[in-house]
């Protein structure tokens, strides 16, 4: 037998015909249909049981109520609240993006002691109790020297029981060193306490407005509450209310306003005091409230003759006509309102002056305290705590003035002035430093001086969940559970017209060793020994919640918030209040200087302006990847980002569509690309705000730069807010 | 040598090969070859392939499902039951077991092991499960329990009624259990629940007449399953 060619080919036919009649290839095909159907790495939603667990947001001010679909103990997506007064069941880009927080590779997962140089990221996890006593000890030392305001603490707020268990603990260590990051509320409320002598905040009764003249407010961009802001533009569009937008460049906001003004950037109080002027001018003004309920309307009436919509007219750049055309529709409207607050109003207070003219245009047209208008809300008045007993040391280091000379002297409007502090170095730097809930290093202007100064702090400590750019150059992290892991109030206010309290409630178990920030204050109280041990005597902060709550706790735990929907800011009434319109600070503030971007018009012939988008979170939370994704490509292009200008000023410098320029102001210069828009002003140039982060995650850092690190910080002369708005800026070469 | 000769020398020889050829390997070889070929692929397909694509699973621990049947009230869904949305529990977590199982009962090493291991540890038992569809399909209990009125053992078979838990086969290619193609590598079935293919399901979706699909959809065909 010789096995040839032939007989190797018989043997392949007869294999052939033996696999067709076996069930080989026809199951072969069928497994991997199914294969290429069932990639592995396709998502897949986890099985079993799934059901909602309510809580509410804290990633920014806003309050919504959320509810997280959770299938067994995994959370798998975050919606809006219904029933929730806040946001009726929306939800923002942010919130829906919750989990990648909470599941992140950004998480600090135990407690850090640093052991490199100080933001060379070398840490050794160390217990809880050891971080805490190496944080006491500290506190300890500095005030066995005498000097208990040498401790400060940074907060995103002062709001709702955490902040004031901070702010207790300062107390009774003897710091008047208690500081806040700032907000547009800032300026609200030192404008409340100048015009009608009360400590209180602002409401915006928005969904019953019938015009509404935003000063550059992004009221689509995420200001306020923004899920509540954009409902309330949804109510606008039904109701046929008015929408006037006075910003330099076409926003979101702008683009679906009825009316867009394009004023030059930084004559927002111009406008509005030659407004002022119209309505005064033509008696346009609301009598029985002016007449009724207001001071010294003459001093008012001298300060305006000045402002003429002429004068207007050529800060602003529009016509004349259309300064007074818009002051008198504003005033014919039967409920308007307008508003201020550059952007989503969370970065600075801004210009007092501004904030004032604003809410003098309220006060001529009767829109204080009234439907559809600006309503003064009081503060939340649930957390009683005994006053805590002081010792020598205490009382002594009380009496000392704030490093931030924030609430004396020319700062008397001011509560907290970190930029002050941190940008210019204006004070006494303090040799603790405790950050909360903040994110410092990257979200206060003049970054470089900030980053400086926080470096001659010889002991900082961070409660961040996150390796944000504060943590990183921190030297020691205790980190806070995720607002989804841990049991909080959360007082809103962002404008809201009436009183809510939220819950804050663990929808999951802790991913990582982490505490709640309470119960941290608590612990180191402890530590602390001696007095401050005295003035924390809940067993923890569930405790001290549920106390504090009392009344309200049941309504809580039901409902998941508290809501006072029957609220009503108080009526005028003869012999009651008066809304004093000029006088004394008020001519002061209203005479102040306006605010010029720093820089020589000769060197720097451009204006940078940052802007903020609703797809960019800036402050302490960073964009999580879902939000990243959706940042247009007219924004950020790989890892450039995209300065806007205007294609007339391109072709004046002679730069083009994508070309990659050296963006350079008087404090830093960064790596751009250009981006030809007609949506903003010739001269002017954009950035957004929230990029360039360095640390976070590959999905967030190293992407665009950080327009704070260009952008310097200007004290408004009335109050000491930072009231920069942009900065003078040229384009080179790479 | 030239061109010419060359070519001559080539023709000359190959009738010369023909001739040898089928004199010594053509004809009854051939056929034999054919036998081997065939017989090989016959027992490639039908044996060793099926040994080959099914990988063998031992469940983390026996199981008697009659023991459990006679114990409790309400059959099948006493353990496998639904939730109050209407969807369909599955394999019943430790927290159902916990009651009767927090101490070890009885003499059995596996009762053993599921108290040592899991319930005293707190973790959920990673129970291999031979009747899970692909994800790519819609498949709810409550359509065909409630509605449908099927009985269990329509497409589970005896298992309320067996003593121990059979080997759990994973097809290597696709991650599924071979029950759902069926033990019979060749896919014929003899009871409804040998196999849980998509024509399986098909066939007793036309029989009854079911078109029905979700309620925003409304279509008909593929959509009624793949979602």
């Known amino acids: 037998m010789k096995v040839d060619r032939r007989s190797f080919l018989s043997l392949l036919i007869g294999g052939a015909a033996g696999t067709a009649l076996s069930p080989l290839p026809w199951k072969l095909t069928d497994d991997l249909s199914i294969w290429t159907q069932n990639w592995p790495w396709t998502p897949v939603p986890p099985r079993g049981e799934s ?292 952007g989503q109003g969370r970065t600075a207070a801004g210009s007092l002056r501004q904030c004032m003219a604003v809410m003098l245009l309220n006060a001529l047209v009767g829109a204080v305290n009234r439907a559809g208008g600006m309503w003064t809300v009081p503060d939340y008045d649930y957390i009683g705590w005994e006053e805590p007993e002081l010792d020598e040391v205490a009382r002594a280091g009380l009496e000392r003035p704030r490093a931030d000379g924030a609430g004396s002297g020319k700062y008397t409007p001011a509560s907290s002035l970190v930029q002050r502090l941190l940008g210019s170095g204006a004070g006494q730097l303090p040799e603790v430093l405790m950050v909360a809930r903040c994110n410092p290093l990257y979200s206060l202007p003049e970054n470089g001086a900030v980053k400086d100064n926080f470096d001659k ?130 001519d002061e503030v209203l005479q102040a200087d306006e605010i010029v971007p720093a820089g020589d018009p000769a060197k720097f012939p451009l204006i940078l302006v940052p802007y903020d988008s609703i797809r960019l979170a800036h402050d302490y939370i960073g964009d999580p990847p879902f939000m990243i994704k959706a940042v247009g490509d007219d924004v950020l292009k790989g890892k450039d980002v995209c300065v806007q200008i205007n294609p007339a000023t391109a072709r004046k410098f002679a730069v083009s569509e994508g070309s990659i320029v050296q963006l350079i102001t008087p404090v830093g210069k960064a790596r751009v690309r250009v981006h030809l828009d007609e949506a903003v002003m010739p001269g002017v140039l954009y950035v957004p705000r929230g990029l360039g982060h360095t640390a976070y995650d590959a999905y967030l850092a190293g992407k665009g730069i950080n327009v704070n690190a260009l952008i310097g910080s200007l004290e408004d002369p009335a109050s000491g807010f930072d009231a920069a708005w942009g900065i003078r800026a040229k384009l080179a070469k790479v | 040598m030239s061109s010419q000769e060359d070519k001559v020398k080539t023709l000359s020889e190959t009738p010369a090969d023909c001739q040898a050829g089928q004199g010594s390997g053509g004809g009854p070889f051939i056929v034999l070859f054919f036998i081997i070929g065939f017989v090989a692929s016959l027992v490639v397909g039908w044996v060793i392939f099926p040994k080959v694509l099914y990988s063998q699973k031992s469940q983390p621990f026996d199981f008697n499902h009659r023991l459990h049947l006679e114990q ?69 209990h409550a359509a065909h329990i409630f509605g449908a009125k099927l009985e269990c053992r329509t497409c589970h078979g005896d298992t309320g009624t067996s003593e121990s838990l059979k080997p759990y086969e994973e097809n290597r290619i696709t991650g599924y259990s071979r029950d759902i193609w069926g033990r019979n590598i060749a896919g014929f079935k003899s009871n409804t629940w040998d196999r849980m293919k998509m024509d399986d399901c098909a066939q007793c979706h036309e029989t009854a007449g079911i078109h029905d699909s979700s309620v925003q959809t409304g279509r008909d065909a593929c959509f009624v399953c793949h979602k």
């Open chain 1, 457 to 586: 702090i010889p002991f900082v400590v961070s409660f961040s969940s996150f390796m944000d750019e504060t943590a990183a150059n921190a030297d020691l992290v205790l980190p806070e559970h995720v607002y989804l892991e841990r049991l909080e109030d959360v007082p809103v206010t962002a404008g809201l017209s009436c009183p809510v309290i939220g819950l804050c409630q663990p929808v999951t178990e802790p991913r990582w060793d982490t505490r709640s920030l309470g119960d941290v204050v608590i612990a180191l109280a402890r530590k602390i020994g001696d007095s401050a041990a005295a003035a924390f005597q809940w067993d923890d902060y569930e405790a001290c919640l549920k106390e504090t709550l009392e009344d309200k706790w049941d309504t809580l735990e039901e409902r998941g918030f508290w809501y006072d929907a029957e609220f009503r800011p108080p009526a005028w009434e003869d012999g009651e209040g008066k809304f004093r319109l000029a006088g004394g600070k008020l």
């Open chain 1, 51 to 342: 059901y909602y667990e309510t809580t509410t947001c804290t990633l920014c001010p806003g309050g919504c109520g959320i509810k997280v679909r959770k299938i067994d103990q995994r959370c798998v997506k975050i919606e809006g609240a219904d029933e929730h007064p806040v946001n009726k069941g929306g939800v923002c880009i942010l919130g829906l993006s919750g989990l990648q927080l909470l599941y992140g590779p950004t998480r600090i997962r135990t407690p850090l002691k640093r052991v490199g140089k100080r933001g060379e990221g070398k840490w050794e996890p160390v217990s809880w109790d050891q971080a805490l006593t190496r944080l006491a000890d500290k506190l300890k030392e500095v005030r066995a020297q005498g000097a208990p305001e040498k401790a400060a603490c940074l907060l995103d707020s002062s709001r709702g029981t955490v902040g004031h268990l901070f702010r207790r603990l300062m107390t009774v260590y003897g710091s008047p060193n208690f500081f806040t990051m700032p907000s547009v509320e800032d300026a609200y409320r030192a404008a409340l306490k100048l015009t009608q002598g009360i400590e209180a905040r602002v409401g915006f009764d928005l969904e019953n407005a019938d015009f509404v003249l935003s000063f550059g407010c992004g009221l689509l961009d995420g200001w306020g509450s923004p899920v509540r802001v954009f409902k309330a533009n949804s109510t606008w569009k039904e109701n046929h209310a008015t929408v006037v937008q006075i910003e330099p460049r076409l926003s979101n906001t702008a683009a679906k306003a009825d009316h867009w003004l394009a004023i030059k950037p930084g004559s927002e109080a111009e406008l509005a005091l030659a407004m002022a002027n119209v309505i005064v001018g033509r008696n346009l003004y609301r009598s029985e409230f002016v007449d009724g309920f207001c001071e010294n309307f003459q001093g008012l009436k001298r300060i305006l003759a000045l402002h003429t919509p002429e004068a207007a007219a050529a800060a602003t750049g529009l016509a004349p006509e259309v300064v007074v055309k818009w002051a008198v529709e504003f005033a014919r409207a039967s409920r308007p309102v307008a508003l201020y607050g550059r």
């Open chain 2, 72 to 140: 409790v009230d309400d059959g099948c869904q006493s353990c496998h039951f639904f939730r109050e949305d209407g969807s369909f529990a599955g394999v019943p977590k430790l927290e159902q077991c916990i009651d009767c199982h927090e101490d070890v009962q009885g003499e059995s090493e596996d009762e053993a092991v599921f108290v040592e291991q899991y319930v005293a540890k707190e973790r959920e038992v990673p129970w291999l499960i031979y009747s899970r569809q692909p994800n790519c399909v819609f498949f709810p």
